[in-house]
């Protein structure tokens, strides 16, 4: 699906996204990924295509270096409702957001 621009697929019970998941949609501009069960990001998870992210309303409760790599487009990020304890350094390297 190179042309897709929305995907939404949050209220799934989704519990893991696994590197890489989204870079096969290299049009990929809003991501809904919110009310699901996702404990953790992995490193290189999204691309560069991303400007909106929603990911609130989980369970992430911390974000490891590098978990937001690859969202160097990304002008909002909502991450509010989430148990989030710990960020490490270089979790947001190369990103640069607007609105968090």
Avoid: C
Avoid at 5 to 26: C, D, E, M, Q, Y
Avoid at 61 to 79: D, F, Q
């Amino acid at each position: 699906m190179p042309r897709l621009k929305t995907l939404n697929i949050g209220n799934n019970n989704i519990i893991r996204v696994h590197s890489g998941a989204f870079h096969g949609l290299p049009s990929l501009e809003n991501l809904y990924l919110d009310h699901n069960n996702i404990t953790a990001i992995p490193d290189d998870v999204f691309s560069g295509s991303l400007f909106v992210l929603w990911i609130n309303d989980n369970n992430i409760r911390e974000l490891n270096y590098g978990a937001m790599r690859g969202l160097s487009s990304i002008t909002r990020l909502y991450l509010e409702n989430n148990h989030i304890q710990k960020i490490d350094n270089g979790s947001f390297d190369g990103v640069q957001i607007q609105r968090m």
